[in-house]
């Protein structure tokens, strides 16, 4: 499995991507053409930023990351704060939570909280 370098999404396999698998970087065209810009890059750097300032267990809501790097118009960069957490649990920093348990971000449906990694054991 791939995750998407956009959205953060796992990628399966398809037959067409398999003479380019290896290059394949998005799940979709939506993806393609949206890519990853310096504001999703601020969106990380806040969750991260807000994570570190809190204990292991603690956890943070998207929009509080779009709040912080949005400013009054915060509710825009909601979606695209969902996706920066999705881009750093792939890169095994951060984890997503439903009730107090990890889930899927490719999947997880609803209201989402983000954690930091916390040790496996």
């Known amino acids: 499995m791939k995750t998407c370098a956009s959205c953060g999404r796992e990628m399966a396999w398809r037959a067409e991507w398999s003479a380019v698998w290896d290059e394949v970087k998005y799940c979709s065209a939506a993806c393609r053409a949206r890519k990853v810009t310096a504001k999703d890059r601020e969106l990380e750097d806040a969750i ?70 916390l040790p496996a054991g």
């Open 48 to 117: 991260v930023a807000l994570l570190v300032s809190r204990t292991a267990k603690d956890t943070i809501g998207p929009a509080d990351a779009a709040r912080a790097v949005g400013g009054e118009d915060w509710r825009e960069l909601r979606e695209s704060a969902r996706r920066a957490a999705r881009r750093l649990v792939a890169a095994g920093v951060v984890e997503i939570v439903q009730d107090g348990r990890v889930v899927d971000p490719s999947t997880a449906k609803g209201d989402i909280r983000i954690r930091r990694r």
